[in-house]
C-alpha cells in the first residue's frame, strides 16, 4: 500500500454560498476559501482503497462576494467569517472532515461513498471525483452540495429572518497530486 498525503498547498477547496429570503437582493453570494486542509489517500496498485479529509475551519476566507447593496470591506468579511465559525460551532468543533468508505471507479474517475462531520454530526454522502492523468501528477476535482440542516445547522440570518444564507451550500474541490514514485 502506498499513501499519499497532500493539503491547501496542492490545491483548493471553495464554498459557495447562496442568499434566500424576501431581503435576498440585499445580500451576497459568497465563494469562500477553507485554506488549512489536508487530504490523505490510500493505493493500493495505484487505486484508491481508503481516502480522508481534515478541514481546520479557523481557515476561513472570503475571496469573492456577488450582488448585495454594497461591496464587502475588510470588516464585513471578518464579520462574515465570525458570524460562519458561530453557525459552525467551531469553538466546540474546530475541525470538519470526510472519510470515504467505499471508492468505486467510475467512467471519468471515482464515486466516493463515506461520512461527512461537521459540527460533531455526521451524515452519508457521496462525491464524484474527476481524475485526469499528467505525467508526473493526477489532476482530481470534484463538486457537492452539502445542507446545513442536515448537520442541524441553522444558516446566518438577520432582519427577523428577510436575509439569510441559503441552506444549501456548493463545494468545490481541486488538487494537483504527484504520482508516487515507483
Known amino acids: 500500500m502506498t499513501s499519499l498525503?497532500?493539503?491547501a498547498e496542492s490545491g483548493r477547496l471553495l464554498l459557495r454560498t447562496g442568499v434566500e429570503g424576501r431581503l435576498a437582493r440585499l445580500g451576497h453570494r459568497m465563494t469562500i476559501e477553507l485554506t488549512d486542509w489536508t487530504a490523505r489517500i490510500e493505493l493500493k496498485d495505484?487505486?484508491?482503497v481508503r481516502a480522508e479529509l481534515t478541514v481546520k475551519l479557523s481557515g476561513f476566507e472570503v475571496r469573492k462576494a456577488e450582488g448585495g447593496v454594497t461591496p464587502l470591506t475588510?470588516?464585513?468579511?471578518a464579520l462574515v467569517k465570525s458570524n460562519a465559525m458561530r453557525v459552525l460551532m467551531a469553538k466546540s468543533f474546530p475541525d470538519a472532515g470526510f472519510a470515504a468508505r467505499q471508492i468505486t471507479r467510475v467512467e471519468s474517475g471515482f464515486e466516493v461513498s463515506g461520512s461527512a462531520r461537521i459540527a460533531g454530526v455526521s451524515r452519508e454522502m457521496t462525491v464524484n471525483v474527476a481524475v485526469s492523468e499528467e505525467e508526473s501528477t493526477w489532476l482530481l476535482s470534484g463538486l457537492t452540495s452539502i445542507d446545513h440542516s442536515d448537520f442541524g445547522l441553522r444558516p446566518y440570518a438577520q432582519m427577523l429572518g428577510g436575509l439569510r444564507v441559503s441552506d444549501r451550500v456548493d463545494v468545490e474541490f481541486e488538487a494537483e497530486v504527484p504520482k508516487p514514485e515507483s
Open 74 to 77: 475588510r470588516a464585513d468579511r
Open 46 to 48: 495505484e487505486l484508491p
Open 5 to 7: 498525503s497532500f493539503g
